[in-house]
């Protein structure tokens, strides 16, 4: 176990609909970074928050959104979801920037 | 896009053989870390590098890293089937925290 929790599990949804991942980082760490994983693309990182501003950016589509909220946990917005945003998005969570990267569970979306 | 190319791509072993996995990235790094995921579970952090270091060992793995030949690998020793997984390389460089994974090496291990 990470540290890092992540809700829900699973998502299954429709095309053209909204959903909300959440995560909760370590104890102490102040980055928040969101990543997905699919067959086709592998691990793409998305976006990373430090300590509720944003730091850098990915291949994150304008679709998606995110942000860190002052508690530190963080949520991941997706719009309009087509059939190919289908992955697994993790969570991950770090002390700073250079450090280590531990990631939470995942959260399986399966859009239909 | 990949900045790292793990290989092999696909390894197999016996219970209590050495597994070695090695990584080639393209680009200058600041560090650079390993992760276990098994199947279609979370990325279980091995070990980090940083890229002023050229060996650091955790239990049963050894990674090493060459910065001149941009490549690094993973040696684990005395595999168990426990350890029937996917790793992956991912690195980092001084722009961020974006890490950049490879593809991943798939080791299963025999009893």
């Known amino acids: 176990d990470s540290g890092v929790t992540q809700t829900p599990k699973h998502l299954i949804t429709a095309t053209g609909q909204r959903v909300t991942l959440r995560c909760s980082p370590r104890s102490g760490d102040l980055s928040v970074y969101w990543y997905q994983q699919s067959l086709d693309q592998g691990l793409q990182f998305l976006i990373q928050?430090?300590?509720?501003?944003?730091?850098a950016k990915g291949n994150i589509l304008e679709r998606f959104s995110a942000q860190q909220f002052p508690d530190l946990h963080s949520e991941l917005n997706l719009s309009s979801l087509e059939l190919g945003d289908s992955a697994l998005y993790f969570c991950?969570?770090?002390?700073?920037?250079?450090?280590?990267?531990?990631f939470g569970p995942g959260t399986r979306l399966t859009v239909l | 896009s990949q900045q790292g190319e793990e290989d092999p791509q696909a390894l197999s072993i016996q219970e209590g053989e050495n597994a070695t996995m090695n990584c080639s990235y393209k680009?200058?790094?600041?560090?650079l870390q390993w992760y276990r995921q098994n199947s279609g579970r979370g990325l279980v952090h091995l070990i980090l590098i940083r890229s002023n270091e050229r060996e650091k060992h955790s239990g049963r793995l050894r990674v090493t890293l060459d910065t001149s030949k941009k490549s690094s690998s993973l040696l684990i020793t005395a595999s168990r089937a426990a350890d029937t997984a996917s790793y992956f390389c991912a690195t980092g460089n001084n722009q961020g925290g974006k890490l950049i994974f490879g593809q991943g090496t798939e080791l299963s291990v025999k009893p």
């Open positions: 991950a969570s770090g002390f700073s920037t250079y450090n280590e990267q531990f």
């Open positions: 928050y430090y300590n509720g501003e944003e730091r």
């Open positions: 680009t200058s790094i600041n560090n």
